[in-house]
């Protein structure tokens, strides 16, 4: 596959695509498989920091190369072709709560609570998801009430990406019950060493071992006024909008996690032979390498579109969704037929095929369903057909 094709990349982003795949070899591809053992891989975060992969798509105030984020799915796909669960750690960190406080954030806010996270010296997290909370973060329980010159955040969080690793949150929580949730929402950075703030959990999870999701309370949670995200009410807006850029980031992942079981897979079709014959020379093997090479073509392209056109300040609900539904499935769809091509090799843990494979299965799920994408998808079709 030609991953350096000048037809859709820059000559930068060419440049930029082998020094980081240069980085992974080096730094992760030697623990890939070691680090969904534990313990969670805080030095490796920092190396990605420290070698100024947090902050592509970051403004250079606040430490960042500002590049955008096409970069950031460079970032993304080629360290999740080493380690899904890795990624999602950086990806929560870098993006998820990085852009929150990048568009919204005051000047001091970006200094204190964003540059850190672009070095790698802290660990960031989203908090929208909740025990009764999914796909509905308009029906969303965790209330903040505002005290003299606090607020006072209550609720819990649940499924959260490096949640108890975290040293700041990026935490949405209703502040106004009697308003729609769209205008009485509120964003805020909350230190999770704050009074108040503890881990219930670390769930145990098919894949992504490397990463940490957790359960957390936030009881009565003291929070100044100067750590709200944009203004209050503001929430919504800013949850809409993390969330075309977290569903990019993550095609681009999802295209990574495919890469190793494809490669895997064409190699192995190539040496195996049965009945005499390579495995490549039956159909029942080729199609399935063929359909491989055709999703992760169709998934980089679609995913690239959305990032450019995020990159130009455009709108891309649309095509962010379609390329975080189609990426996600086709990377389920090439990891488990890469484990069917190897057969009982396959089901070991003598290759990584398998571990790609409960990795890919996640993120159908995470960062939008694969049927709230659907949804949303169809939504931005008839607006465009002013139906």
Known sequence: MDYLSTVFWTQDEIRFREEVRA?????IAPVSDKLDKGPYPRDLITKIGKAGYMGVHHE???GGSARGLSYETIVAEEISRCNGGLDMARMASATLYGMPVSKFGTVEQKKRYLAPIIRGDKIGCIGITEPDVGSDTAGMKTRAERDGNEWVVTGEKRFI?????????????????????????TAFIVDTKSKGFSVLKDHDLLGMKSSRVSWLKIDHVRVPSDMVLGSPGQGFRILMDELDSERTAIAAEAIGYARIPYETAVKHSNERQQFGKRIREFEGVSFKIADMAMKLEAGRALTLTA?????????????????????????????????????????TTDYPVERFLRDARLMTIGGGTAEILR?????????????
């Not at 095509?319 to 090439?334: D, G, M, R």
């Open 307 to 347: 990032a450019r056109m995020l990159d130009k300040g455009l709108k891309a609900t649309k095509q962010a969704s379609i390329a975080k539904l189609y990426t996600t499935e086709a990377a389920v769809q090439i990891t488990n037929d890469a484990l069917q091509i190897l057969g009982g090799l396959g089901y």
């Open 375 to 387: 949804f949303l998808i169809q939504r931005e079709v008839f607006k465009e057909f002013e139906l």
């Open 161 to 185: 990406t490096n949640g108890s690793q975290a040293d700041y949150m990026c935490c949405f929580a209703i502040t106004d019950p009697k308003v729609d949730p769209k205008n009485g929402m």
């Open 60 to 62: 250079k105030a606040a």
């Open 23 to 27: 980085f992974c070899e080096k730094e």
